[in-house]
T-cell receptor, first 115, second 111 residues
């Protein structure tokens, strides 16, 4: 019973390049959440998606960041024109439903380094 | 805005030395309080959900309790494999999908 999968696990980008982070939720889960963990800081909510819908993107920077969860395939977090401040660990979580007291199960994360 | 404060930031224990971690929270209507464990270089691993004051949950050497203002994670007779960062998070009734995390308590258990 595979857990949440994320790839790549490590990603190095030069300033100005694009970063694409992928997340496959647990089997049977249709809700995906992205969180960012900056060095020496706690996890911060970025965006909540259901299939083909963005429910809440209030935690995501307005510029350069976008997220999608298509009908088929993984959820993608896209960062355009990366800057050094984007260096962080990005975690994806999934749950079987978005409301109620369902736990969120996290993937291993993608560690983005911007040089 | 939901606020979660964890203390202490770091805790060094001798194997077998029981202790407690604190999580103080401010939230407009608590939906649930969650404890996670995070090992270096890995994602948070779910431990417990607590829903109402007075509730307690146990798993091996860990026991989580909840009051109206704080939660405690008690570690009884810890072993070196209990070394990790323990994260507390809350969900509010108004945003019952968003987890607001504390900064965590890093526990080191020496043999």
């Amino acid at each position: 019973n595979a857990g949440v999968m994320q790839n790549p696990r490590h990603l190095v980008r030069r300033r100005g390049q694009e970063a694409r982070l992928r997340c496959s939720p647990m089997k049977g889960h249709s809700h995906v959440y992205w969180y960012r963990q900056l060095p020496e800081e706690g996890l911060k909510f970025m965006v909540y998606l259901q299939k083909e819908n963005i429910i809440d993107e209030s935690g995501m920077p307005k510029e350069r960041f976008s997220a999608e969860f298509p009908k088929e395939g993984p959820s993608i977090l896209r960062i355009q024109q990366v800057v050094r401040g984007d260096s962080a660990a990005y975690f994806c979580a999934s749950s079987p439903a978005g409301t109620g007291t369902y736990e969120q199960y996290f993937g291993p994360g993608t560690r983005l380094t911007v040089t | 805005e939901d606020q979660v404060t964890q203390s202490p930031e770091a805790l060094r224990l001798q194997e077998g030395e029981s202790s407690s971690l604190n999580c103080s929270y401010t939230v407009s209507g608590l939906r649930g309080l969650f404890w996670y464990r995070q090992d270096p270089g890995k994602g948070p691993e779910f431990l417990f959900t607590l829903y109402s004051a007075g509730e307690e949950k146990e798993k091996e050497r860990l026991k989580a309790t909840l009051t109206k203002k704080e939660s405690f994670l008690h570690i009884t007779a810890p072993k070196p494999e209990d070394s990790a960062t323990y994260l507390c998070a809350v969900q509010s009734r108004s945003n019952d999908y968003k987890l607001s995390f504390g900064a965590g308590t890093t526990v080191t258990v020496r043999a």
